[in-house]
């Protein structure tokens, strides 16, 4: 039944694009709405074991084999909860009836790579989902067809690929060695031929085109300029999930499951990490551009998801695993709260505001709450997430890795407390004093997701099994 997540999405688009042009302009909302919601419901209520049959004709339809597990659940309500968020702000902003059909039409088909690239169990039909994702994410990113989404779209579509490149590559060798590209067989072949230079070079590939994907220093130059410039709605979806599941999910799928944990591997994830939180941190510390420093932000969060499942343990797995899904919340509230800034504004330089809170209370303190989650205090979910990755490190013996890792932390408090007195606090300037809160179509996406991030913050010390971490 796993394959309903790729076949009702794509029946949707076929449906959406039959002859009767007028009455599906109207109802591509509401129906793509509906997907992402049931995606959710069913995920977290219906058991694993009932998506791993197939039913009816989808499993022969469809030539390669999906799988769902626990990781490729925590991904599918991301993609979910992200992509309805995105939907609705999309829905609010884009106003000509054209534009948002087109707008759900692409989100569709980024909606069935995503799904694609969680639940595959094949490393060449992973690829071929990472590349529908990406091209239709290159059309978003140019959405607005100005000049600065032509040129972002243009950047990303060169290191896309060469991540391309470098990914097919390294599959050619993986299938030199295995001679079939399932997940089983390539860990079989890497098991037989573990030190064989040329599968220690076609992982290396690998990695390195996923790091592109994923935005991570050094192969971040895209990511900045793509979320800038890129619709709000799209970078919801740019920051909130894509990036997680063409780089950090890909990461932890693959180690974990087809090239195997090795010191050498783990070396690397923590490195590119740790730079990546420092460089992404400093770099937004010095923005102007309200979305660019949350694109930075991005990175540097990348960094902790990384690092975290770099340390090599289970607790530094779940600390990743939870971040992710943390700062899947958090980035797109934060991006909700950029979009209604901009909206009543017209700018997104944050010099150029000053006390946007006393106009703008529900998106003053929507923001106050997903910065203080994302810079890890307690007791929002992001705090909890932080913890886990620092306490692994520690425990694994990465000291200094967990030392600075609490520093980076702090930078990231530094540069939201900046973003905060700058855009919320202070007396409002003149020229906005007749402003008012941003509308429904905002205001609600930002109060669901603080709901979320409060929620988890305050339950999750009393989970289950939680508790003996803190003893």
């Known amino acids: 039944m796993s394959h309903l997540f790729i076949a009702i999405p794509l029946l949707s688009i076929i449906i959406l694009n039959l002859p009767f042009r007028r009455i599906m302009k109207k109802t591509a909302v509401w129906l793509a709405m509906a997907l992402f919601i049931s995606q959710i419901f069913l995920i977290i209520f219906f058991p694993p074991d009932l998506w791993n049959h197939e039913f009816g004709p989808f499993g022969t339809l469809f030539k390669f084999d999906l799988m769902i597990d626990g990781l490729s659940r925590i991904m599918l309500v991301c993609i979910g909860m992200v992509f309805l968020i995105s939907l609705l702000v999309g829905r609010h902003l884009i106003t000509r009836d054209e534009e948002k059909f087109n707008f759900v039409n692409l989100l569709l088909i980024i909606f069935i790579g995503m799904n694609g690239v969680v639940l595959v169990t094949d490393i060449f039909s992973l690829f071929l989902f990472m590349e529908i994702t990406a091209i239709a994410s290159f059309i978003l990113v140019a959405f607005k067809k100005n000049s600065d989404g032509y040129e972002a779209a243009y950047k990303y579509i060169i290191l896309s690929g060469i991540a391309t490149i470098l990914m097919f590559a390294s599959i050619a060798l993986l299938?030199?060695?295995?001679?079939?590209?399932?997940?089983?067989?390539?860990?079989?072949?890497?098991?037989?031929?573990?030190?064989?230079?040329?599968?220690?070079?076609?992982?290396?590939?690998?990695?390195?085109?996923?790091?592109?994907?994923?935005?991570?220093?050094?192969?971040?130059?895209?990511?900045?300029?793509?979320?800038?410039?890129?619709?709000?709605?799209?970078?919801?979806?740019?920051?909130?999930?894509?990036?997680?599941?063409?780089?950090?999910?890909?990461?932890?799928?693959?180690?974990?499951?087809?090239?195997?944990?090795?010191?050498?591997?783990?070396?690397?994830?923590?490195?590119?990490?740790m730079i990546s939180i420092f460089f992404g941190a400093l770099a937004a510390l010095g923005q102007r551009d309200f979305k660019r420093m949350l694109a930075y932000s991005s990175i540097s969060?990348?960094?902790?998801?990384?690092?975290?499942?770099?340390?090599?343990?289970?607790?530094?797995?779940?600390?990743?695993?939870?971040?992710?899904?943390?700062?899947?919340?958090?980035?797109?509230?934060?991006?909700?709260?950029?979009?209604?800034?901009?909206?009543?504004?017209?700018t997104r330089d944050m010099d150029k505001m000053g006390g946007l809170g006393s106009k703008m209370p529900l998106t003053g303190l929507a923001s106050v709450l997903a910065s203080l989650s994302a810079a890890g205090v307690p007791p929002l979910a992001g705090f909890w997430s932080k913890l886990i990755i620092v306490m692994a490190l520690w425990g694994s013996g990465h000291h200094a890795y967990a030392v600075l890792a609490v520093l980076g932390s702090v930078i990231t408090l530094a540069y939201f407390l900046s973003m905060q007195r700058r855009v919320f606090f202070g007396r409002i300037k003149d020229e906005f004093a007749d402003i008012k809160e941003a509308g429904f179509g905002l205001v609600f996406p930002a109060l669901i997701l603080s709901v979320i991030t409060v929620g988890i913050g305050l339950i999750f010390p009393f989970l289950p099994g939680i508790t003996k971490y803190w003893r």
């Open 175 to 273: 299938l030199l060695v295995s001679g079939t590209t399932s997940f089983t067989a390539v860990r079989t072949g890497l098991d037989i031929s573990q030190h064989n230079v040329l599968i220690m070079f076609a992982i290396g590939l690998f990695l390195c085109g996923l790091f592109i994907k994923g935005g991570l220093v050094p192969f971040h130059a895209w990511l900045p300029d793509a979320h800038s410039a890129a619709p709000a709605a799209v970078s919801i979806l740019l920051s909130g999930v894509q990036i997680k599941v063409l780089g950090a999910y890909t990461i932890i799928r693959l180690v974990t499951t087809v090239f195997g944990y090795t010191c050498s591997i783990g070396y690397i994830l923590v490195v590119v990490g």
């Open 301 to 346: 969060n990348m960094g902790y998801i990384v690092l975290g499942f770099g340390c090599g343990t289970v607790l530094g797995t779940a600390g990743a695993l939870f971040h992710l899904f943390n700062h899947a919340v958090f980035k797109s509230l934060l991006f909700v709260n950029a979009a209604a800034v901009e909206s009543r504004t017209g």
